[in-house]
Every structure is written in C-alpha cells, then in structure tokens.
C-alpha cells in the first residue's frame, strides 16, 4: 500500500485541473443550455453533445500485423452510450477469425523472432510503444471516452498516464525473470528455468478497456509469450488504436492478435482452441465459470480468472464524518459504477449512522451528471441499454423490498443510459442490492454495531475481491485487514492502483493476480533441469 503513487485509475483525487477543450473535441454548443451541465437534481437532460474530431481508423480484425476483414465479412455497431447512436462498424470475429489469429500467433511463437529476442531487446519495443502512447493520448482517451461513456478527464488525466506506466513496469521486468539454481541431495546440479507459455488467449472487459488491455497484454509481452486477445464488443476501438502503435513500435507480426466480437461465438471459440496454451478473463463471475468449463472441457490450458465482487467499505465508529462520506462516495460512484472492485456495501456504525445517511445524500444530489466531454462533468452514461435496463431493475428491486430510497432512482434526461446517483439506507443483507453486483450508480448503506458483526457480515458474501476501511485506530485497521477475506484491502483511501500492487479476489472473484510481480507467474512454465556432477569439488 506504501507503493508509489502514479496517475492511477484513481486512487481518490477527485478534482482534476481544469485545462481548455483539447484540440480532438470539437463542442457545438446549444447558445440556450448554457454550460451544458448538470446536477442531477435539475431532472434536465443534456440534448447537444460534443462531437470528438477523433478519426475512428481501425475497425477490422488485427492479425499477423495487418488489419483484415472478418472471415464471413460480417460486422457490428459501436455505440456511443450518450445517446445510442451508432458511431461505427467493427469486423464482428468467430471461430474462424479466433483459429486465423491462433495460427498466426503459434507461428510467431514457434517460428519467429519474438521468444528468440533477447529480453532487453522486448523491453525496449514495449518502451517504444509507451511513448507511442503518450504522443497519441488525446486520441486515445478521445476514443475511450466516445465509446464507453466515462467523463474524458478520467481517461486522459488518469487511465491513460497508467496505461503507459503499465507497459514501462512490465518493459523493466522483461530482462529480470530468471530460474534458480537447486541445491539437491547427491550429485546432480539442478537449475530451474522460467519459460514463456506460448500462446495466450486474452478477453477482456468493457468497463476500463485499456485498463485490462495492460493488465493482461503487458506481462504476457515481457515474459516472451504471443497473444490473441478478444475486446469486448461494446468497447472494441481502442483495443484495435492500441495494436497499431504497437505495430509502429516494431512489434513482430502474430505475437499481438486482436480480434472483435462477442463472448458465445469468439470468446468461446478462444476458451476452447486446442492451440491456445493459456486463457485469462475478466469479467462476470457467471462467464468466469464459462471460460473455465471450456478451458478444462478443451487442452486443460492454464486459466486466470479476476471477477465480479460486493465489496463492503466499513465506516467505524471513530471516523471523520465528511471525510468518509466524501472517499465511500467515490468508492461506490467512480466509473459510473461500473468497477468490479467498487465499495458496493457501506457499512457505517450505528454511532454515525444517521449522519452519514444525510450527508451521502447531499453529496449525491451535488454529484455532476451529464455529456462526459465536458469539463466537470463526474458522471457520464453507462454502457448500454442492457446495462440501464439491469442497474433501473435493481433499483426497483431496492424500493420493493423496502429499503429506503434516498434519492436518485431514475433516468437522468431523455435519451442515452444516463442513471440519477441513488442512494439507499436501511439495507438489509438478504436484499439483492445488499447481494448481487449492480455495477451502477446505486450506493448502499447498511448499519453495524460492533467490529465482530461487520467483519461477519462482510465475509458472508460470495465474492471477495476488494474492500475498504475508515478509521483512525490502527488496531482496528488491523484487526478488520486481517480477518476480511478479500484480495485488497484499503484503508482510509480507495481505489489505489499502481502497477505493482497485486490485484485479484478471493471465493468467486476469481483466480490468481494480475499486476506486480505476481502476474509474470500466469505466463511462465517451470522447468527443472537435472545434470549428473562427475567427481564435484562441492556439492
């Protein structure tokens, strides 16, 4: 948790510096609406957008370092979540485009440069590549933002700063992975070689794209492994943005393949290929399950899974009031919502309880909804119709089963997947809010009495991924750290993300770490080499 402090997904600094409009937005502005922003409170929908002058280039599959179209020619719709229009059309993959980019990166493990290169020398194309990125961030964030809906001042200011310090942490482990020399008993020298697993199949999500595409991309390059990796179909652009930098950085033909499509047809396909050594997916727990069926079902290929969660953030009895409200506010709303890890359960002592509940509330209804290209804006769309309609019927299951809404609970405007900040108190553990990701605006609060009870109810849930304390006594931070049956957790902050700090759950969030040197393991094999010592001086 001491690790250093990078421009993060966000490990709470909720105000940004405000800068002028970058050049890639090009706003049209309504001389009515005035600035364009609101508070959800207004009940007033934002009606003119700002267009990004971002040229959407790379649509095609990439495969063996060319773009090409889908083997059956078909494609389908990229939306912009704003407001549901389609924004372009991308070559929609399935087992055949899944077995062309299969073939292509056996062939580059097998027969090309890549595994054969010194590991400085992969280090050195990875490095080239960050620096690509920082030249095009505009673009890049422009293109994320446009496609997934979260405001443009996370995406350039923070997601796209640890993308780039992603692909430079794993560049530097790059020449540093290396076996052990064995001491064993009789006459034998032993070693230990850490080997690249060959070809990696990669699926990831569509909340943080770029995000999981440098989790998952980043230690598979360093320890000399070829990758197919399939994006999710709401959020394909930059993942296809990403491979042609890596193109112009010199990377190899075949060792990065990007293929888009959906997950029964592609990201099965993928699961289950005879020839992929190694699966890794994030994503719902329920699809998790999937992938792990068929990877067993198929080669018995290696799979890493980092999955859904329920994390509870626990206010205790001595805390700062405001404070707490602020950093579980950011815990549960950042990214719409839609964070795997995102403090869903707010326990709060009964000692402050009443308190916090009107001051969450208040700090809800200030929460700043509206066209995530504009400056200010805190809150932009969620993903898609699928998941408004999901997020509004959890909600309503909320209201039915008598927990008291606060406020929020509705559409924001009148068109795109906008959600009004809903706050709820009264929750009861056996409530499906209390239970299930929402993956929402939707802020949860629950009451507790003493240290024994939280850490009892917090541990009941069937995810364990992440969780959050607040409190100024280090005893019980460490009592609470301790017992919580979670992967990470934070105490007095949230969120924090650096490319070295381990990140995965236990129970049904998943298995084994990504990031840190905790994710290299996914994508070696070991090795023992065992030679006989004829007449060792020393054994």
Not at 246 to 265: M, T
Request: proline share 5%.
């Amino acid at each position: 948790m001491a690790a250093r402090r990078i421009p993060s997904l966000l490990s709470r600094s909720l105000s940004v510096p405000s800068t002028s409009t970058p050049h890639f937005l090009s706003p049209r502005k309504n001389p009515g609406r005035g600035r364009g922003i609101y508070r959800f409170s207004t009940a007033a929908a934002l009606e003119e957008t700002i267009t990004p002058s971002v040229q959407i280039s790379y649509t095609q599959h990439f495969i063996n370092g060319q773009f090409v179209d889908a083997a059956s020619g078909k494609t389908f719709p990229a939306y912009d979540p704003r407001t549901g229009e389609v924004i372009a059309r991308v070559a929609e993959g399935d087992a055949e485009d899944v077995n062309r980019a299969v073939a292509a990166a056996r062939k580059a493990f097998d027969e090309g440069p890549w595994p054969k290169m010194s590991a400085y020398e992969r280090s050195l194309i990875m490095l080239r590549f960050a620096d690509l990125v920082d030249k095009h961030r505009g673009e890049l964030a422009a293109l994320e933002s446009w496609n997934s809906g979260k405001p443009y001042e996370q995406s350039a200011k923070s997601e796209l700063p640890s993308f780039a310090r992603l692909f430079r942490y794993y560049a530097g482990w790059a020449d540093k992975i290396h076996g052990l020399t064995v001491p064993a008993d009789g006459k034998h020298h032993v070693q230990t070689l850490h080997e690249p697993i060959g070809v990696a199949g990669q699926i990831i999500p569509w909340n943080f794209p770029l995000i999981m595409f440098a989790w998952k991309v980043g230690p598979a390059l360093a320890c000399g492994n070829t990758i197919v990796l399939k994006s999710a179909e709401q959020t394909p652009l930059t993942a296809l943005y990403a491979a042609k930098l890596f193109q112009e950085a010199g990377l190899p033909p075949g060792v990065l393949n990007v293929v888009s499509g959906d997950g029964p047809s592609a990201g099965a396909a993928l699961a289950s290929h005879m020839d992929v050594d190694k699966i890794a997916f994030t994503g719902s727990t329920e699809t998790g399950k999937i992938i792990l069926e068929l990877a067993a079902k198929s080669n018995l290929k290696q799979v890493t899974l980092e999955l859904g969660g329920k994390s509870p953030f626990i206010v205790c009895e001595d805390a700062e009031v405001d404070k707490a409200v602020e950093l579980a506010h950011f815990a549960l709303f950042f990214n719409q919502g839609q964070c795997c890890c995102a403090g869903s359960r707010t326990y709060v002592h009964e000692r402050v309880y009443d308190e916090f509940v009107e001051k969450a509330k208040a700090r809800a209804l200030t929460r700043v909804v509206g066209d995530p290209f504009r400056k200010g804006v805190e809150q932009g769309p969620q993903i898609s119709s699928e998941q408004f309609e999901k997020v509004l019927r959890y909600i309503k299951s909320g209201v039915e089963s008598s927990a008291t809404l606060e406020c929020g609970g509705q559409r924001f405007g009148s068109r795109g997947y906008f959600i009004q900040p809903t706050v709820f108190s009264n929750v009861q553990d056996d409530m499906l809010i209390a239970q299930d990701e929402i993956f929402g605006p939707v802020q949860s609060i629950l009451k507790f009495k003493n240290i024994d009870e939280v850490i009892r109810r917090a541990n009941t849930s069937r995810y364990g991924l992440a969780a959050g304390i607040f409190t100024k006594n280090l005893d019980t931070a460490n009592t609470l750290s301790r017992a919580l049956r979670v992967g990470t957790v934070w105490i007095n902050c949230f969120d924090v993300f650096d490319a070295a700090i381990p990140f995965g759950g236990y129970k049904m969030s998943g298995i084994g770490r990504e990031k840190g040197i905790y994710s290299l393991s996914n994508y070696l094999q070991v090795k023992a080499v065992v030679t006989p010592l004829k007449n060792p001086a020393w054994l």
